[in-house]
């Protein structure tokens, strides 16, 4: 019908971690027994990578002086998580990436409802979007930099440009793939453009541009990292991995690491909450 | 050719709520185009039901869709009451094979689609609704959502639906095709029941002959390559009718007839 042929749909999986988490926890009064298997699976998976993370030392593989083992780890951690520099990081990282978020919403839904509700603008535009998606967007940072200066704007403009194009190509598809009968139904009553695209495309794209929308926050998430890394930051968590690394503090660097991974897997879990909340009918699609 | 002005109800009889008038439909398709519809003529009286069965293919929900003015026909036209179909009609109401609930309304918002389509005020129509709902026996139903329904309990909310602003016609497209045969027979019965007691005109396609000669006025025979109507039979078995009707000999006889119209022995 439009420029939906063109590009791959990306089916909403229902199966990610975050959301076997939101499950366990919803579902725990009701099913202890659940509970217990996701329990199970995420001890099988912690088990596997300290394991692999002790052995690989004594292997040969890798010095212990650059993967300390995973106690001392936890040791610095403990200590790191007292220190009032390492949330003042936090802070500037989370700051940096909500916003480089936001401008990824902001962008990316206005052009994905463009693309997706103007049929000539997505047949035009649709190919290049497959394209950009294979483009590693970090090529953008040292431009970006050029333009924006050494502040935050760059790093938000790199966690925004990194983030941005889950939202737009989700969005797009969203909106264009509505189901038949559903389009004739409305179209027997004569609804205009604007009332189907509130009563029925608005809502049957929610699903898939929730996809994208907790793609996009954990890669603004990463977009700032790497930028913090990369553009000689002062602050934030992916300047202090940066700092200890260079510094040859490998279990301090470590520590961060591990903080970086909390702070992704509750947004991912406060995510993962909220879009059940929004999108109560999932798993039964309008088709 | 000659064809009558638009708007003129010439060969439209009084009685007559749609007349099909020399309609044909050719499908773009490769290697050659399709011809769906061939020189089609019927007339669809007022109050009447009419079922229109035939192979896939034969292009019955063709028909369907030209008459309820989703399709335009290649060449020939359709009146409605007496002027000439261009677009969807106010007083056509469209049921489909899928029950086409939205999922994120409940059943009492899914019944109410139609007003908001309009962009009618909605609190006007809540109070028909829930009678619709209450004809249908979903009363308490009214704040599921679809999904906690099963099949044969989507397909009357469906059929609430499409009465919400009481269309003179209801053009049915395999409504109840996906059902058991159970909750199809339960179906039927309180189609009939709706149609009866509300004198609306009911064009139905189907593919089960039975179900065609147990609810119909007239079964419209249409066979495909091109698509055209073979053969209009008259139903006179007599109404209203019942389960009991089936076990007649005449209800046999008509079966059998129009089986040997599709070519089946």
């Known amino acids: 019908m439009s420029a939906i042929d063109s590009v791959p749909v990306t089916v909403p999986v229902a199966t990610t971690s975050a959301d076997d988490l939101v499950t366990a926890f919803l579902t725990a009064g009701r099913r202890h027994r659940r509970f217990r298997a996701v329990a199970g699976r995420v001890a099988i998976a912690v088990a596997l990578v300290l394991g692999t993370w002790y052995a690989l030392p004594p292997l040969g593989v890798v010095e212990r002086v650059f993967l300390p083992a995973p106690h001392d780890v936890l040791g610095r951690l403990i200590e790191l998580v007292q220190t009032a520099s390492l949330w003042e990081n936090a802070r500037a990282t989370a700051s940096v990436a909500l916003w480089g978020y936001a401008v990824a919403i902001a962008i990316g839904l206005t052009s994905g409802v463009l693309l997706g509700t103007v049929p000539f603008l997505g047949r035009a535009l649709a190919p290049y979007l497959g394209a950009l998606q294979a483009l590693p967007k ?8 050029t333009w924006l200066g050494f502040g935050n704007e760059s790093k938000v403009a790199t966690a925004a440009i990194v983030a941005m194009l889950p939202i737009v ?25 604007w009332r189907t695209f509130w009563l029925l495309r608005v ?29 000689g930051s002062s602050e934030g968590l992916g300047h202090l991995v940066e700092l200890y690394n260079g510094q040859i503090l490998m279990d301090r660097a470590y520590a961060v690491v591990v903080v970086v991974a909390c702070i992704a897997l509750v947004v991912s879990v406060l995510l993962a909450w909220l879009e059940r909340r929004i999108i109560y009918w999932r798993g039964h699609e309008l088709t | 050719m000659k064809s009558p ?16 008038e020399d309609v044909s439909h050719v499908f773009d398709a490769t290697p050659a185009p399709f011809v769906a519809l061939d020189h089609v003529d019927l007339a669809i009286r007022r109050g009447e039901f009419v079922s229109l069965v035939g192979r896939s293919g034969c292009g019955k929900s063709s028909l369907l869709n030209i008459m309820a003015g989703l399709l335009a026909p290649t060449r020939g036209r359709v009146h409605l009451d007496g002027t000439v179909v261009d677009g969807p009609s106010r007083s056509v109401g469209m049921m489909f094979q899928a029950p086409v609930l939205f999922p994120w309304r409940t059943v009492l918002s899914n019944v109410l689609l139609p007003a908001e389509m309009l962009g009618l005020r909605k609190a006007a129509y809540v109070a028909r609704a ?11 139903f009214e704040r599921s959502y679809p999904w906690q329904l099963s099949g044969g309990m989507q397909q009357r909310v469906s059929l609430a639906r ?21 909750t199809r027979e339960a179906l039927n019965a309180e189609l009939l029941t709706i149609w009866q007691s509300s004198g609306k005109t009911v ?7 039975t179900e065609a000669v147990y609810l119909s006025d007239r079964v419209v025979v249409m066979s495909p390559n091109p698509g055209r109507i073979d053969r209009v039979i008259d139903i006179d078995l007599p109404r209203p009718r019942d389960r009991d009707v089936m076990a007649s000999s005449r209800y046999g006889e008509v079966v059998v007839d129009i089986r040997g119209a599709l070519g089946l022995r």
């Not at chain 1, 969005?171 to 004569?190: E, F, H, I, N, W």
């Not at chain 2, 638009?6 to 060969?11: F, L, M, S």
């Not at chain 2, 829930?130 to 308490?140: A, F, I, N, P």
């Open chain 1, 138 to 145: 970090v090529v953008f940072a040292p431009l970006l930099i």
């Open chain 1, 203 to 231: 809502p049957a794209s929610l699903p898939l541009v929730f996809v994208g929308l907790r793609q996009a926050l954990l890669l603004s998430l990463a977009g700032t990292l790497l930028a913090e890394a990369l553009i």
């Open chain 2, 130 to 140: 829930r009678e619709l709902l209450s004809t249908v026996g979903l009363s308490q």
């Open chain 2, 162 to 182: 499409v009465l919400l602003l009481d269309p003179e016609i209801l053009m049915l497209d395999e409504p109840f095709g996906a059902l058991d045969e159970f």
């Open chain 2, 203 to 209: 064009v139905f396609v189907t593919h089960s002959i």
């Open chain 2, 5 to 20: 002005a638009a708007g003129t109800p010439d060969r439209q009889g009084a009685d007559d709520a749609l007349v099909v």
């Open chain 1, 169 to 193: 190509i989700d969005t797009m598809v969203g909106l264009q793939s509505c189901s038949d009968d559903a389009v004739k139904l409305l179209r027997s009553y004569r609804t205009s453009r």
